[in-house]
């Protein structure tokens, strides 16, 4: 379908709007995770800078602006730089190419920056450049630590990013096409994709998670792991780049999950551009809070061993289900009924659990 196209000026401000709203967004999630977080565990969190602790993420911006940055001998200088811009910036431009609403509900313009044929693969290769940012990390510091922990986080973003592709293919087989748009419009008539796709929304749904560096995949940057991960030497602004490539991140998951298996700005009942959008993002803000607030953290190998072994196979077997339905030109109600018969197994097995064996006797 050909969408129109805006003048330069509209583009450049839309992507304006959306670098400055997505900086706004991580420095007010910061704030709204920590009160969260402190409502799960029964505390209070920030809420002494400003009315209701509002003003913190200022303090913290300014804490992190003007806090000594300190540069270790040994490192590359210009790819010590470098690392963290690259993660910040190819994390801002996977946002721009998500729908907000129908064409033309942005003032008369398009609700979008970009809106690209190849959508779908515009936003995985520019997630991909993640990698990068961490391995360079790692290497310009110039500490064995260091350098380790970002060989080892690169590996498990390998272990979990072929789920993450595989997982797509499915609503890509179904819709016909690689652009996000036709994906929700596709979705706003047949219904939404997690219902036709239930295994892929589930492993891309925790794929994303992976790739956003949250619990219970956060090891990149976990304490145990060689000494605090890939970013060991950074400090100050720099630091606080990283948090800043992992909260766009999240956010930008948190919009892409519902943009691709739950009708993205549509609703059966009462469209309404941009609120629904927002409400799914909120939800699953929420949702990725809550996890990090209960479940614990995986070991390395627990990480490789489930990305290899669960979410790259079940990707990969609903993948070839759906090209097998869509070749063969079968209903696609097969897929609503194979859908559901997965979704009530991952329940039986999440509420069958067996006792483990008890060792020696007792009295």
């Given at each position: 379908m050909n969408y129109p196209v805006d003048p330069y000026w509209m583009v450049a401000l839309k992507a304006f709007l959306v670098v400055v709203g997505l900086l706004t967004a991580f420095a007010?999630?910061?704030?709204?995770?920590?009160?969260?977080l402190a409502r799960f565990q029964?505390?209070?969190?920030?809420?002494?800078?400003?009315?209701?602790?509002?003003?913190?993420?200022?303090?913290?911006?300014?804490?992190?602006?003007f806090k000594e940055d300190i540069v270790v001998e040994r490192a590359d200088k210009v790819l010590f730089v470098l690392a963290p811009l690259i993660g910040?910036?190819?994390?801002?431009?996977?946002?721009?190419?998500?729908?907000?609403?129908?064409?033309?509900?942005?003032?008369g313009y398009q609700p979008w920056v970009l809106n690209l044929d190849l959508g779908l693969l515009y936003l995985f290769a520019v997630s991909e450049m993640a990698i990068y940012g961490i391995f360079l990390a790692g290497w310009a510091s110039g500490s064995k630590y260091s350098l380790l922990g970002s060989l080892r986080s690169s590996?498990?973003?390998?272990?979990?990013?072929?789920?993450?592709?595989?997982?797509?293919?499915?609503?890509?087989?179904?819709v016909g096409s690689l652009n996000l748009n036709d994906i929700v419009n596709w979705q706003k008539e047949n219904g939404w994709l997690f219902l036709y796709a239930f295994p892929a929304f589930l492993v891309y749904a925790t794929a994303a998670l992976a790739e956003a560096a949250r619990t219970p995949f956060d090891l990149p940057e976990a304490e145990q792991e060689l000494v605090g991960g890939y970013h060991t030497e950074y400090s100050s602004i720099k630091w606080a780049l990283f948090q800043m490539t992992e909260y766009i991140h999240f956010i930008t998951a948190s919009a892409l999950i519902p943009t691709l298996f739950l009708g993205g700005w549509t609703m059966p009942f009462l469209e309404v551009p941009y609120l629904w959008m927002l409400v799914k993002i909120a939800f699953f803000l929420f949702l990725f809070i809550w996890i990090r607030a209960t479940w614990f953290r995986l070991r390395y190998d627990q990480l490789l061993r489930f990305g290899w072994g669960f979410l790259f196979p079940v990707a990969l077997v609903w993948f070839l289900v759906t090209a097998l339905v869509v070749a063969l030109g079968l209903p696609k109600t097969y897929l609503l009924y194979l859908s559901a018969l997965s979704f009530l197994v991952l329940l039986g097995g999440l509420f069958y659990s067996p006792k483990p064996a008890r060792k020696g006797g007792g009295a």
């Open positions: 007010f999630m910061t704030l709204i995770e920590r009160r969260l029964v505390r209070l969190g920030p809420n002494r800078v400003g009315p209701m602790g509002l003003f913190q993420p200022i303090a913290d911006a300014i804490k992190s602006i910040v910036v190819f994390a801002l431009l996977a946002f721009g190419a998500i729908p907000f609403g129908p064409p033309g509900s942005f003032f590996a498990s973003l390998i272990s979990y990013e072929l789920g993450l592709g595989i997982a797509l293919l499915s609503p890509v087989l179904l």
